[in-house]
């Protein structure tokens, strides 16, 4: 085979297995009794995505090309065999050529070409190769586990504010905190979400370095307490990238609840439910997806969003914990009295 040939042929394998995100997205993976789908889709993805980088010449990479490709595919199709869906005979066609192209090269094999260029550009490529796959690895992996982080089967199953007629848990993603105030001390935090306020509470400076005014403040402000249905939440400054995402990027609130819920579009609902300790249950409720997600967008959701959106969203619900519980500390303080008095 030529160079090119064999170059296509491994970023149709990558792109092959990075389709399998369409399987956890569209909710295929969700059960908790049953993990074995979850289990095929992960040792899939990876062995695709590792067995493409074989193929673009990438060593060590390239003495594994063979079984992965053989594991990779037989495993994804007992996994799609054992999720009952149709509309996925496209992908299990892909699985049985490259199953079949994996014993052929085994046997008859063909020559996988060296690297085009200098040993630099080989370093750099592979060095990029390692971190893709491992970042590909580590949000294949930890997905069942941060998709629900924090929240107990309970409250995965109740109704709250913001949901849909009709939801379906395995289309949403909820994490969960316990914050030892009451939801009283709480909800002054919540309403100083937004660009223009207080931030998010998480890593600013990840969120500036893509071009986003946004600096936390960590102090309660009388001046931004007031919040009506019908707001923008501002998620940066206005006419951000030139406005590509719109003259003003953020999140409508639909539904406000003082000190119990605020729900914002393409948000979701942050919810305080109060404990019988007196502390407070503070919910993140969103839905991601849906059962006719395409794989080109589940690949770009599953891998431009979700690991993403958990990281920055556990540190704002882990900061507002912290202040919440550090402003009523300082509180009581204040109001102790002196040895003196």
Known sequence: MTRGIVRALGWLVIAHGLAHAVLPLRGLTASAVDVTPMVLY??????????GLGLLGLRPFTSAISPTLVLSSGLSIVAIQQLHEPDLWLGGAFDCAFFF??????????????????????VLGLTAGFVFLTYVAGSTIAWQWHRTWGATSAELAMSLPGDKTFRDPAFE???????????EQVWPWLMQLGQDRAGFYSYDWLERAFGVDVHNRFELRSEWQERQVGDLVPATQP?????????????????????????????????LVPTTQGRTRFIIRTTTSGPSIPAWAAVLDFLGFQLPHFIME????????????????????????????
Do not use: C
């Open 42 to 51: 992960t040792m899939s993805i990876v062995g695709f995505v590792a067995a």
């Open 101 to 122: 192209l994996g014993v052929w090269r085994g046997y008859a094999g063909w020559p996988v070409v060296g690297p085009q260029h200098g040993r630099v550009w080989h």
């Open 173 to 183: 993603i909820q994490h969960g905190v316990t914050i030892d105030v009451g939801p």
């Open 239 to 271: 006419a951000y990238l030139g406005g590509l995402f719109g003259e003003n990027p953020g999140w409508k609130i639909t539904e406000l609840r003082p000190e119990r819920a605020m729900v914002l579009a393409n948000w979701g609902a942050f919810v």
């Open 314 to 341: 556990r540190r704002m619900m882990l900061t507002i914990k912290a202040l919440a519980e550090q402003h009523r500390n300082t509180m009581a303080a204040s109001y102790m009295p002196s040895a003196t008095e």
